[in-house]
């Protein structure tokens, strides 16, 4: 078990430009979850996936925000025309089925900054 | 899903218990008592949850008032390594509700 992954860990990107972060999940996990994280506030939830459908999007996540998951695996986070209020971590987390599937693991996250 | 209230900051000492508290005087029949920890630039850790009865595992226990309109996370000997964000969460426990909505939680700082 190496638990979640996200890649980058640090990005830096001027305002305008679009970002893509990934997000590989632990192997057995059907669940995948995105989160937002701002300084000195708990996490946001801006987006959920089982296997491949995206079942429950967050008002947060406006038109310039997608996320994919196209084999149930990895998912993707992609930022267009990145702003400075998305300045924030991103924070993928994923979960079994069944009676565990309130633990929800999390990986390190990716730190962005719109300058 | 309903609504948690935590103190900002706690202090602790190094190897004694520690007792998070959390009210949720508004949780319904149905929303499970979770508790989740952030230890600094890391991602958000599971502790424990709960429903009704007192719960326990290798890393806290959790104790539910009777109305269960509050709980506690006992940390049974703080180390250095528990300073961290807890966050207490209630979820319901029907319908496909899996998101976590997270509050500030409780910043925990363990001394020497």
């Known amino acids: 078990d190496t638990g979640v992954s996200q890649d980058p860990r640090h990005k830096i990107t001027k305002r305008g430009q679009n970002v893509t972060f990934r997000c590989d999940p632990i192997?057995?996990?059907?669940?995948l979850y995105w989160y937002r994280q701002t300084l000195g506030q708990g996490p946001e939830f801006l987006t959920y996936?089982?296997?491949?459908?995206?079942?429950?999007k967050s008002r947060l996540l406006s038109d310039r925000f997608s996320a994919e998951r196209p084999k149930g695996s990895f998912s993707t986070l992609e930022i267009q025309r990145t702003e400075q209020g998305d300045s924030a971590m991103y924070l993928c987390?994923?979960?079994?089925?069944?009676?565990?599937?309130?633990?929800?693991?999390f990986g390190p996250g990716t730190r962005l900054t719109v300058t | 899903d309903a609504k948690t209230t935590q103190p900002n900051s706690m202090e602790s000492n190094e190897e004694e218990p520690v007792h998070l508290p959390c009210n949720h005087s508004?949780?319904?029949?149905?929303?499970?008592i979770h508790w989740y920890r952030q230890l600094p630039s890391q991602g958000p850790e599971y502790v424990i949850h709960?429903?009704?009865s007192n719960v326990n595992n290798r890393m806290a226990s959790l104790a539910i008032a009777e109305d269960r309109k509050s709980s506690t996370l006992i940390l049974h000997r703080a180390t250095l390594r528990d300073a961290a964000v807890y966050y207490c969460?209630?979820?319901?426990?029907?319908?496909?509700?899996?998101?976590?909505?997270f509050g500030k939680g409780t910043l925990l700082t363990v001394n020497p």
């Open positions: 987390a994923s979960s079994l089925s069944g009676a565990r599937r309130y633990e929800q693991y």
């Open positions: 192997s057995e996990h059907n669940r």
């Open positions: 996936f089982q296997n491949e459908a995206q079942l429950e």
């Open positions: 508004t949780i319904s029949g149905t929303d499970y």
């Open positions: 709960g429903l009704t």
């Open positions: 969460i209630l979820r319901d426990s029907g319908g496909s509700n899996y998101k976590l909505t």
